[in-house]
């Protein structure tokens, strides 16, 4: 979404369209992780923060036609330059012609990039519009070193009413991760 090249943009935004239409069937929001791009070569960072905007209100205003969301992931450092703290996407969202765009809160990029997991949901608050349970190392939660429970007190102090999904690796096989999955949603959020 913040590439140089206008029809790139426009071949992004039609893909995520595309996903919002599928996902909207479902009765379910699209999400907008890594297609966001980044600020780099000839692209400033306030300009790839105005075409994701332009993207993020015509998208978002697709997504209210199917009664969704569109999920607005901000990612860690590593993957993106554009938002990785949350008082930047938050200041951002807010700033919106289109209120149908929220924060999807992911605790693995959080973890990477907040120094208190629970004061940035908090500062969040009605923005969160999703949950990815993820532990510090993307695996399920309890194989990591992040401090869940915080997170989800703070969750239930802003009434977040929402899902909660994995977003983890296999690891160390598949049905491990799944069964840590578990246990640890009926541990923090049961």
């Known amino acids: 979404m913040a590439h140089p090249d206008p029809a790139v943009r426009h071949e992004a935004r039609e893909f995520i369209r595309a996903i919002i239409d599928f996902a909207g069937g479902f009765g379910a929001p699209a999400i907008i992780g890594s297609m966001q791009g980044r600020a780099e070569g000839d692209v400033s960072l306030e300009q790839a923060r105005a075409w994701v905007a332009e993207a993020l209100e015509d998208l978002g205003e697709h997504a ?37 765009v929220k924060m999807l809160a992911d605790l693995f990029h959080m973890n990477i990039e907040e120094a208190d997991l629970a004061d940035a949901i908090i500062a969040g608050g009605d923005l969160i519009g999703h949950v990815h349970f993820a532990d510090s190392n993307r695996q399920a939660v309890g194989f990591g070193h992040t401090m869940v429970g915080p997170a989800i007190d703070a969750l239930r102090r802003i009434n977040y009413k929402g899902y909660l999904s994995a977003e983890v690796l296999p690891l160390p096989f598949p049905l491990i991760a799944a069964q840590q999955t578990i246990e640890s949603f009926h541990h923090y959020a049961g």
């Open 64 to 100: 209210a036609s199917h009664r969704q969301p569109l999920l607005f992931e901000f990612l860690n450092r590593y993957e993106t330059n554009l938002f990785n703290r949350w008082n930047q996407p938050r200041k951002f969202l807010r700033g919106l012609k289109c209120m149908n």
